[in-house]
């Protein structure tokens, strides 16, 4: 009985695991836990610059993805100015850097 339990356990865990690993993380999901969306949207300046004025601006350089996975997780300003009048992105220290540079080349894949 108490083995037939340990399966039942980890068979549903295992199923969940797999897909998560296989595909990587879930960009969607992250950009709705973290809140992200309250302050982008894909096409529309909101707080920050939409996700395709990002993907414009660094189409074609060296280094953006970990630049953008970096300011994901440290937060900071000054690269959208003009724009935000100096509005301040706020960290998010709980993303992983792996999580960080998957929506960052998600943003980057906008344009
Ligand atoms: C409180 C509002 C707010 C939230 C929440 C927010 N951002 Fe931002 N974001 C900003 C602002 C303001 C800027 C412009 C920063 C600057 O001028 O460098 C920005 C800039 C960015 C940039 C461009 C960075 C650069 O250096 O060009 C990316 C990419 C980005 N945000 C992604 C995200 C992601 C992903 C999340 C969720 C994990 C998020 N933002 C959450 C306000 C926010």
Known sequence: MKILRGVALVLPLL?????????????????????????HSVSDKLVGPSFK?????YDGKAGAKSMLAKKIINGGNGHWNDLT??????????????EANAVAAWVLSQK
Do not use: E
């Open 53 to 57: 004025q990002v993907a414009q601006r």
């Open 15 to 39: 199923v969940l695991a797999i897909p998560a690993w296989a595909a990587g993380p879930d960009v969607n999901a992250l950009l709705q836990q973290n809140g992200c969306m309250s302050c």
């Open 85 to 98: 009048g100096g509005m301040v992105m706020p960290p998010h220290p709980d993303m992983t850097s792996v």
